[in-house]
Each structure stands twice: as structure tokens, then as C-alpha cells.
């Protein structure tokens, strides 16, 4: 089965505090990307950041930071000096390839909620 | 346009009526997916259009839906005989490549079937 898993469904931080937000997945496949998603009131899903499973390193894009461990399937998103512009829901994703396409698994999301 | 549009950003019909969903895509985009955001769940794949290729329809819940994509740029997603449990916000998201992580999403339209 693929599926994606976020055991949080809300959380809270304070402004410019760090919170972490958890993603476990399955998949059969060996290579595949790994996605967080950011969805606004605007309903807009805004790409947060992406990490390629072949690539041990974490990713990183500014405040946002991954921590991938592949052999248990673990996908977290860290947000350091939370904004209140970071309030949002965040989903978790992982594509998987067929025939040459290739389709989002989304997890059921995490309501972040920065307060001031 | 600077985005990826969607009309109208809300419906409400009633069950049994059709709706159509439109959605405009970046331009030069080649590819173009259809997503349903059931309330609390992430987003279902619905259908995948790539250029001038026959659609992936596996998402399809359904005969009651279908989507085509004219001219390789707008699609319509078409509901017939609705139900109340095809309430959901339907999202479109286009991509200039294969390359995984570069679609632009849409706002979506909030379908409400009473």
C-alpha cells in the first residue's frame, strides 16, 4: 500500500519558537520524491520543500528543514523562527511513478497554528 | 496569466444537477492534474494530462466524472448526477515538465451539493 501518515492533527507554537511536524509513509518503490505542502486559507498547496529519496542529505530551504530517515520510512518538517505567515495546513507527499507519469500520495494534514 | 485559475472558486448545486469545473493552466505547461480535497483528508488524484497523450483516468471515482483538456491548454471537469458526497474542494495543478515538484496549484472550486 502507499499511504502517507500525519499523526498531528493540529498543533500550536509560539512566534519564533521551532515546531516540528511528522510524516511516516509507505511505499514499495526505491526511488521517489518526498514533498512537504503548505495550504493556506487560500486554498493554494504551496511547495514548502522537497527532498529526493536517493539523497542521504537533508534538505534545507531556509527556515524549513527535513529530517529523512528512509529505512523507517520518517519524513519531518522543522520550521525554526515561526512566523505567524506560517500558519497554514501542512501536508506531507511522496510521488510514485507508472508509465512514465507520476502522481502525489497526500497525507490527511497537520493545522499549524503560529500564535503571537 | 501569472497563475493557474480556476472557475468558479465556489458552486453550490443541487443533487442530481451537473456541474462543470474549469481550469486554466500556466501557459506552455504540458501537464495538467485534477486533485479532490475531501473535507479533513489530503488531496485525491483524480486524472493526469500530459501533452497530446491519452489522459491517466485511474483516479476517476466514478462514470459520473470526467475530465477532457481542449487545445492542450483548459480543462473541464464534468459531474454528472451529483452527489452530496462529491462535496469537496476540486484543486487543478499544471507543470511544465516531468519533472516532480514544479506543479503550480490552483485556488480551487468548492463544490457544495445540497
Known amino acids: 500500500a502507499q499511504t502517507v501518515t500525519q499523526s498531528q492533527p493540529e498543533m500550536s507554537v509560539q512566534e519564533a519558537e521551532t515546531v516540528t511536524l511528522s510524516c511516516t509513509y509507505d511505499?514499495?518503490?526505491?526511488?521517489?520524491?518526498l514533498f512537504w505542502y503548505k495550504q493556506p486559507p487560500s486554498r493554494q498547496m504551496i511547495l514548502v520543500i522537497r527532498?529526493?529519496?536517493?539523497?542521504?542529505q537533508n534538505a534545507t530551504e531556509n527556515r524549513f528543514s527535513v529530517n529523512f530517515q528512509k529505512a523507517a520510512k520518517s519524513f519531518s518538517l522543522k520550521i525554526s523562527d515561526s512566523q505567524l505567515g506560517d500558519t497554514a495546513m501542512y501536508f506531507c507527499?511522496?510521488?510514485?511513478?507508472?508509465?512514465?507519469?507520476?502522481?502525489?500520495?497526500f497525507g490527511t494534514g497537520t493545522r499549524l497554528k503560529v500564535l503571537a | 496569466g501569472a497563475g493557474v485559475s480556476q472557475s468558479p472558486s465556489n458552486k453550490v448545486t443541487e443533487k442530481g444537477k451537473d456541474v462543470e469545473l474549469r481550469c486554466d493552466p500556466i501557459s506552455g505547461h504540458t501537464a495538467l492534474y485534477w486533485y479532490r480535497q475531501s473535507l479533513g483528508q489530503g488531496l485525491e488524484f483524480l486524472i493526469y494530462?500530459?501533452?497530446?497523450?491519452?489522459?491517466?483516468k485511474s483516479g476517476l471515482p466514478s462514470d459520473r466524472f470526467s475530465a477532457e483538456r481542449t487545445g492542450g491548454s483548459v480543462s473541464t471537469l464534468t459531474i454528472q448526477r451529483t452527489q452530496q458526497e462529491d462535496s469537496a474542494v476540486y484543486l487543478c495543478?499544471?507543470?511544465?515538465?516531468?519533472?516532480?515538484?514544479?506543479?503550480?496549484f490552483g485556488s480551487g472550486t468548492r463544490l457544495t451539493v445540497v
Open positions: 511505499t514499495s518503490e526505491n526511488n521517489y520524491y
Open positions: 495543478a499544471s507543470s511544465p515538465a516531468r519533472e516532480q515538484g514544479v506543479d503550480t
Open positions: 527532498q529526493e529519496a536517493y539523497k542521504q
Open positions: 494530462f500530459q501533452g497530446n497523450s491519452a489522459p491517466d
Open positions: 507527499a511522496f510521488t510514485i511513478t507508472t508509465s512514465g507519469t507520476y502522481k502525489y500520495i
